[in-house]
């Protein structure tokens, strides 16, 4: 295990200096920071947390309540730091633990809340438990934390279940044991350097009880828990009967996804969330089959917050949007947990490209499709996200307005999913590009030395130099919208909206004195003139009591 746990500062009480809103995450817009392409402090190429510390004042006046960081924990990332190596250490790469520690106390002390990644699904395969257990061989007590199970035929020489990666392939992978023979079989729903823990042993639930304890005594505000519907496998690790199970995902309840076992882990991480004050939270990453399933992670005495990838898969389409979001407020009511809304993250193409191209390709498109029309969805979705009740996530340099990086040469890519066959599509390095600071720079003010992913050219004008103070511009209109719901008593939190009456493909509903129209055809639509104009994605005029709201565009009102 590193050495920079004895660097661990003592506890921090900056926390006290974040506003202590009460139930704050209700409402609250959360900032994804992807730290390797954020911002790059020492010209390695690499982004860093020293780096995020100094643009946090940016992230401030942006007007985001909290910073979700992906991973920063020390791995040997072959999956991007979702492997984790060691739970309570930085990897050298990103800085150290006193880095963390400085970031965290900026944060609080800007009013900015900092929110840690947790993988509790699986390790690296280089984590001290899993060195060891393959070291010791079958029967030991250390292979007992993992799944490890006797191959299948004659020789073992078949997986124990027909269970595939994610990532593409089986989910068994064969160990040669310590005496050089070929051996026993573990399980990874990912790449072959993560294994799964095994939750029916009572170490694991140990370890990561006293994992949670080191960053809340480190004074994180909160935890975004990995694969949250995974950790907890069906009794017997039974056969799946099928093949191209990825098509089955998010369909149907998988004996390895959202079992019922995992609501006991959440059960027991609650009671210790609830011991610290500043009202910690966590944040689910589950892919369920449904939003009602969905909802069984956020009840009262579990989680907080839980990811709304139905909404995210929504296809820019009126219908098809007052469908899912009347099914996600319903599902949220009875637990009465806040609704979440998200267009983009680390793992799908970012919403100016898929809203670019044809609807029903997916969340990962490699085509760079109509980038006028694209951004033009983009700015109203965003509006129309930031007008729903619950709380909202922005990625990284989406309030820039970004495309996906779709053109990347293959010898440039890092996604471990693009180098397996049958799994994802593997394009995921285009939404994960180093964003743009300046016009111009040997990585647009990313770092001094260059970027770990090639920067497209044009890249430049797209960035917060060349955005910030232009009227009209993306990160203008953000700064405004976020502006505009933090000052506006009838934005934010909430779990219902009234539906207004409006013509086919356009979703308007009232909040209060608040009313929001989408138009989400090609063509101008006539809708009332609510009362004062509070921000609109594109030009709209008035005139007898009348607007004319473009193709494409979402306009907020007040009518007080």
């Known amino acids: ?55 946090l004042p940016y992230l401030r006046d942006l007007g985001v309540d909290a910073v979700w960081l992906s991973p920063f924990y020390a791995s040997p990332q072959a999956d991007a730091g ?24 900026d944060a609080h002390a800007l009013g900015l809340r900092i929110i840690v990644d947790l993988v509790p699904n699986h390790s690296s395969d280089q984590y001290e438990w899993f060195r060891r257990a393959l070291a010791e061989g079958p029967g030991s007590p250390s292979r007992d934390r993992y799944h490890f199970r006797p191959g299948k035929g004659k020789n073992g020489e078949l997986p124990p279940n027909d269970w595939e990666s994610i990532f593409g392939g089986p989910a068994w992978t064969r160990v040669t044991e310590p005496d050089g023979t070929p051996g026993e079989w573990y399980l990874h729903l990912f790449a072959p350097e993560q294994p799964d823990f095994n939750w029916e042993h009572p170490a694991v639930g140990d370890e990561f009880r006293s994992i949670l304890r080191f ?76 939003v009602e399933r969905t909802a069984n992670y956020v009840r009262p005495d579990e989680l907080h917050q839980a990811f709304n990838f139905q909404y995210l898969s929504t296809h820019w389409d009126a219908e098809e949007l007052r469908t899912v979001i009347d099914r996600t407020l319903d599902a949220m009511r009875p637990v009465g947990a806040p609704a979440t809304w998200v267009l983009s993250n680390h793992d799908v193409t970012r919403h100016a490209t898929r809203f670019a191209n044809p609807a029903g390709l997916g969340t990962q498109i490699r085509r760079a499709g109509d980038r006028a029309l ?81 920067q497209p050219a044009g890249w430049g004008e797209l960035s917060v130099e060349a955005q910030t103070g232009t009227p009209g511009s993306t990160l203008e209109l953000y700064r405004e919208a976020l ?12 779990d219902a909206v009234e539906w207004l009456r409006a013509p086919e493909g356009v979703v308007a509903f009232r909040r209060g004195e608040f009313v929001c129209v989408a138009n989400t055809t090609g063509e101008s639509v006539a809708v009332p003139a609510y009362g004062r104009v509070l921000l609109a994605s594109g030009e709209i005029t008035e005139a007898g009591g009348e607007a004319k709201v ?5 306009v907020w009102w007040t009518t007080g």
């Open 1 to 55: 295990m590193s050495q920079q746990h004895s660097a661990a500062p003592a506890p921090t009480s900056a926390v006290a200096t974040v506003s202590e809103r009460h139930d704050w995450w209700r409402d609250a817009v959360i900032y994804q920071v992807y730290p390797r392409s954020f911002a790059d402090s020492n010209g390695d190429g690499m982004g860093d947390l020293e780096g995020v510390r100094t643009r």
């Open 82 to 105: 979702y492997d984790v190596a060691d739970y309570r250490a930085v990897d050298p790469m990103f800085g150290t633990l006193l880095d963390a520690d400085a970031l965290i106390r």
């Open 215 to 290: 960053w809340l005594d480190m004074g994180v505000d909160g935890f975004r828990i990995d694969v949250a519907h995974g950790m907890v496998k069906a009794e017997g690790l039974p056969d799946l009967g099928s093949h191209e199970q990825l098509k089955l995902l998010g369909n149907d309840v998988m004996p390895f996804f959202d079992q019922d076992g995992v609501h006991e882990i959440y059960r027991q991480w609650r009671r210790i969330l609830d011991e610290y004050s500043g009202e910690r939270i966590f944040v689910a990453e589950a892919w369920t089959p449904t």
């Open 374 to 454: 694209g951004l033009r969805r983009a700015r109203a979705a965003t509006l129309l996200m930031l007008a729903l009740p619950g709380s909202a996530y922005v990625y990284q340099g989406e309030e820039l307005g970004l495309p996906d990086v779709v053109d990347l040469p293959d010898e440039v890519r890092q996604d471990p999913a693009y180098f397996r066959g049958a799994g994802q599509d593997g394009f995921r390095d285009g939404c994960r590009v180093p964003i743009p600071w300046t016009r111009e720079g040997s990585s647009y003010g990313f770092g001094d030395g260059g970027s770990w992913l090639p």
């Open 483 to 494: 502006a505009v719901r933090r000052s506006t008593a009838d934005l934010g939190a909430g």
């Open 550 to 554: 473009p193709a494409d565009t979402t």
